[in-house]
């Protein structure tokens, strides 16, 4: 049985890659002439910048992936206990990461600390209603935690507007730990990982995020064709069972290709267009998810022109500090090898939900302002050495309210065209941990699907792709 995988980002590669160790046929098309979507790493003056994710958020199903992929000695962890901050009133902040930490902070009000501390004892449940994180925030534990921590800490992970953004769908934990506990944190608490177990952390490789992709790619090896778009979809046959003809461009040359099975992991306006010709339904689900845009800015700095210290994860801005950019990532700090000897590197993020206009900018402009304001906040003297600049129109997709409600749509429609299956960070998560967990679901999925179409065939016999199901 064959299986056609389109998108080859993160998710379609991990997809296809699953696919491959299921003993399933599979071919991966990408329409550009890379794979791996928005996560890319280069190497600029002997800097080393990322173009997108700047880490990822370790779990279970990626290590088990690092591992297969022999990428473990690339691995590399970042401290948990380094300092995060918070610009307010146009300083660094420290982040509180515990009970002692949160008596002493600045950025929040004795009231909203007592509030904090007290949640255990003060039961509530969520409404029924789907819930902004922003009116979550303010029902439980009042206006400068939202402003001053979580608009900040949304902007930083969803580049979202807590406004609009759906708890349930973009904290789904959260949500549950007040659902069962009636408290956030008693939830947070009896959810912990028992001791000596190795906790989620953030990750990158040696040689940037980049290298996941790379070892993704040469394990697949013909099994991926990049340069190929799809242009049309139909439902067929394909080797005497229903199945779907591909109409591709691959590299200027028309073809069709036959498959049992479909897998969509490209973003939504793509997914759109071409679920679009098997049914009219997807094309108005997939149209209803919101994209943010975002710029990424990278620039590196000898260390003496830096006059404030930068160990530590980086800083976020709330709204309300009226700035272009929404935080800083003190790349050098993170990881090791992202800047030479004596040399530091940062990376800001300019746009999001809350800052669409900003993109009407020119690329120009947005690094200009960029470096300008984390050149003042960080009290850095002269231009940088190198400097990097990506823009992303539809950077991360977002869970904004009534975003579940689409999703169990979406799961009800492909109920009705069996072999079709969609993957993508628009489904549980749009972290590179969860597109990975995301993928790998849709890959069983695929293989109990081929499974089963294989029992269904008159006169078949057991084969070693049965046994494995």
């Known amino acids: 049985m064959r299986t056609i995988v389109v998108g080859g980002g993160i998710s379609g590669l991990v997809c296809a890659y699953r696919l491959r160790q299921l003993g399933q046929d599979v071919l991966l098309l990408e329409e550009s002439q890379r794979a791996g979507g928005v996560i890319g790493t280069i190497q600029q003056n002997n800097f080393q910048f990322e173009l997108g994710p700047q880490s990822f958020l370790s779990n279970p199903t990626l290590l088990e992936l690092i591992s297969s992929l022999g990428l473990d000695g690339e691995l590399l962890r970042a401290d948990a206990k380094a300092p995060r901050y918070v610009l307010l009133d146009g300083a660094l902040r420290k982040v509180p990461l515990g009970p002692p930490d949160l008596l002493g902070t600045s950025l929040l009000s004795f009231g909203t600390k007592l509030r904090l501390l007290s949640e255990p004892w003060r039961r509530s449940q969520p409404p029924d209603r789907d819930e902004s994180v922003a009116a979550f925030v303010r029902r439980k534990f009042g206006k400068d935690l939202l402003e001053n921590l979580v608009g900040p800490l949304v902007s930083g992970i969803h580049a979202g507007d807590p406004e609009r953004l759906s708890l349930r769908s973009a904290f789904p934990a959260v949500h549950q730990w007040e659902a069962e506990h009636g408290s956030v944190l008693r939830g947070a608490i009896k959810s912990r990982p028992p001791k000596g177990t190795l906790r989620p952390g953030l990750c990158s490789f040696r040689e940037g995020v980049e290298s996941l992709v790379r070892a993704l790619t040469a394990t ?236 269904a065939e008159p006169g078949h016999a057991e084969s070693d792709f049965q046994k494995q199901a």
């Open 220 to 455: 697949l090896g013909d099994a991926l064709s990049t340069g190929t778009r799809v242009e049309r979809v139909k439902r067929g046959k394909a080797n005497g069972r229903s199945g779907f003809e591909v109409h591709v461009n691959r590299r200027g040359r028309e073809e069709t290709l036959n498959s049992d099975a479909l897998v969509l992991a490209v973003p939504t306006q793509a997914a759109a267009a071409i679920a679009g010709q098997i049914s009219e339904t997807f094309r108005e689900l997939l149209g209803r998810v919101e994209y943010a845009p975002v710029a990424v800015v990278g620039a590196g700095y000898r260390r003496e022109q830096v006059g404030h210290p930068v160990e530590g994860f980086g800083f976020l801005v709330p709204r309300k500090e009226k700035l272009t950019v929404l935080g800083t990532v003190w790349s050098s700090s993170l990881f090791p090898g992202r800047a030479p000897e004596g040399m530091v590197s940062f990376t800001s993020f300019v746009g999001g939900a809350t800052n669409t206009q900003l993109m009407g900018l020119s690329n120009e402009q947005i690094a200009k302002a960029a470096e300008g304001e984390v050149a003042r906040v960080l009290r850095i003297s002269g231009a940088p050495v190198s400097r990097m600049m990506q823009r992303w129109e539809r950077a991360l997709p977002q869970y904004n309210l009534g975003h579940g409600n689409t999703i169990v749509a979406l799961e009800q429609e492909l109920r009705r065209f069996p072999g079709f299956f969609l993957a993508g960070n628009y489904l549980s998560g749009a972290s590179v941990g969860c597109c990975a967990e995301q993928a790998v679901k849709t890959a069983g999925e695929v293989h109990e699907y081929a499974a089963a179409q294989a029992l």
